[in-house]
């Protein structure tokens, strides 16, 4: 999981990060102080590359290194999508509406209703940048509202006629 924490403590989920990822790509060649937290719920290997090694044009008609710099143009990519997706969600002015909106890009990701997430209550809350009460709040709200049905982080979203 990649975090961020402020000076008062207060910890922001950037991502969380599936096995294989990579993480920290636009820092290598910022030169700047990294202020981010990696943490890893289970084993796991980190590989660290040389960005000038990997840039280098002295290996360009080596195909294992094309393949491989393009697999990390692609995970650029798409960490850039996951980024878009997580402002969108955090423009939302209202803790209910940021929960609709990640919920709702959750279910067209999984193409169903129903469907898991990979955050915990205060991992969500974290991610949304809301207070864990008032989230569950909203969740109790949106479930009296039969709006969506949600135990632990499993959801299911009810589609309402309108």
């Given at each position: 999981?990649?975090?961020?924490?402020?000076?008062w403590?207060?910890?922001?989920?950037?991502?969380?990060?599936?096995?294989?990822?990579?993480?920290?790509?636009?820092?290598?060649?910022a030169?700047?102080?990294?202020?981010l937290?990696?943490?890893?719920?289970e084993?796991?290997?980190?590989?660290?590359?040389?960005?000038d090694?990997?840039l280098?044009?002295?290996?360009?008609?080596?195909?294992?290194?094309?393949?491989?710099?393009k697999?990390?143009?692609?995970?650029?990519?798409?960490?850039?999508?996951n980024?878009?997706?997580k402002?969108?969600?955090?423009?939302?002015r209202?803790?209910?509406?940021?929960?609709l909106?990640?919920?709702?890009?959750?279910?067209?990701?999984?193409?169903n209703?129903?469907?898991?997430?990979?955050f915990?209550r205060?991992?969500?809350?974290?991610?949304?940048?809301?207070?864990?009460?008032?989230?569950?709040v909203?969740?109790?709200?949106?479930?009296?509202?039969?709006?969506l049905?949600?135990?632990?982080?499993?959801?299911?979203?009810?589609?309402?006629?309108?």
């Amino acid at each position: 999981m990649l975090t961020q924490e402020d000076i008062w403590g207060h910890r922001s989920i950037i991502n969380k990060l599936p096995a294989g990822n990579t993480f920290a790509e636009p820092f290598a060649t910022a030169k700047v102080p990294l202020n981010l937290s990696i943490e890893a719920h289970e084993d796991c290997l980190v590989i660290l590359f040389k960005l000038d090694k990997l840039l280098s044009l002295d290996y360009l008609t080596d195909p294992t290194h094309n393949k491989l710099v393009k697999n990390l143009v692609n995970v650029l990519v798409k960490k850039a999508f996951n980024l878009n997706a997580k402002i969108s969600h955090m423009n939302k002015r209202s803790t209910r509406e940021k929960l609709l909106s990640y919920l709702s890009s959750q279910s067209q990701k999984n193409n169903n209703l129903e469907f898991d997430i990979p955050f915990d209550r205060q991992q969500l809350a974290d991610y949304l940048g809301v207070e864990r009460s008032a989230m569950s709040v909203e969740l109790s709200k949106l479930q009296k509202d039969g709006i969506l049905k949600t135990k632990r982080n499993h959801f299911k979203i009810n589609m309402i006629e309108k």
